[in-house]
């Protein structure tokens, strides 16, 4: 799975996009929300490690997510 994050312009927010190994994209959500709904991507249990993961991220690189 990867993890891209997406500057947003003017009002439209800053996003996060994780795409599945042929990069499908298969979640898009805000930058700044609560994660929710993980179980449906594999990873329940891990939102303190992929919030951490995506303050840390830079614009427009893709990366895989390992955590």
Not at 31 to 41: H, I
């Amino acid at each position: 799975m990867y993890i891209i994050k997406v500057k947003g312009k003017a009002k439209i927010p800053d996003y996060i996009q994780l795409r599945d190994d042929n990069f499908v994209l298969i979640a898009y959500f805000r930058a700044d929300r609560p994660l929710k709904n993980l179980d449906r991507y594999g990873l329940e249990g891990k939102e303190e490690a992929l919030a951490a993961l995506i303050e840390s991220l830079e614009f427009g690189k893709l990366q895989q997510l390992d955590i």
